[in-house]
Antibody, heavy 119, light 106 residues
């Protein structure tokens, strides 16, 4: 069974940093594009970032480019998101999502980890 | 930047057909997928590549995409289908979600 388990969220002050992790199991992790998607409280879904199976290609939403860094450690079946220079607008539940196989759809999602940016 | 537009809410009676639209410039040239999200839960993929259903998704869910509009259709809508629905596509290696549609079954 595919499982995705995010961790690393919490309360952080404006300008601060966090590293989110997503532990994957139940599938051949290195064969799939992985994504981060976030959802601000009471708002819709926002795609944040994607990384290819081997990690050589990364993609970012304009809203996070230059502040967020996606990475993966295939030997540990783990996806990461380093988030820096946080503002209140980054407050959201951050989900990791597995690609279906075509690079376009997210067929499995984690339960999410909440990042709250506040002083 | 590319935008996808959905109606904020759609109402349907149980057993009737619900139609949720998603509009974007030349959207028919892209693949569209749809996610269902119930309160407090993570999203679930219900349609991918415009009209394909993942394993385990009921046949009452179907999709289409042409011109500037993609459509999610739920036939014989059930109370359990009440949820938020999001369309999603890609533009220049950037993922784009619609704003979401709250489906109300009453």
């Amino acid at each position: 069974e595919v499982q995705l388990l995010e961790s690393g969220g919490g309360l952080v002050q404006p300008g601060g940093s966090l590293r989110l992790s997503c532990a994957a199991s139940g599938f051949n992790f290195s064969s799939y594009v992985m994504n981060w998607v976030r959802q601000a409280p009471g708002k819709g879904l926002e795609w944040v970032s994607a990384i290819s199976g081997r990690g050589g290609n990364t993609y970012y939403a304009d809203s996070v480019k230059g502040r967020f860094t996606i990475s993966r450690e295939n030997s540990k079946n783990t996806l990461y998101l380093q988030i820096n220079s946080l503002t209140a607008e980054d407050t959201a539940v951050y989900y990791c999502a597995k690609d279906l196989g075509s690079g376009r759809e997210f067929d499995r999602w984690g339960q999410g980890t909440l990042v709250t940016v506040s002083s | 930047s590319y935008e996808l537009t959905q109606p904020p809410s759609v109402s349907v009676s149980p057993g009737q057909t619900a139609t949720i639209t998603c509009s974007g410039d030349k959207l028919g040239d892209k693949y569209v997928c749809w996610y269902q999200q119930k309160p407090g839960q993570s999203p679930v993929l219900v349609i991918y590549q415009d009209n394909k259903r993942p394993s385990g998704i009921p046949e009452r869910f179907s999709g289409s995409n042409s011109g500037n509009t993609a459509t999610l259709t739920i036939s014989g809508t059930q109370a359990m289908d009440e949820a938020d629905y999001y369309c999603q596509a890609w533009d220049s290696s950037t993922g784009v979600f619609g704003g979401g549609t709250n489906l109300i079954v009453l």
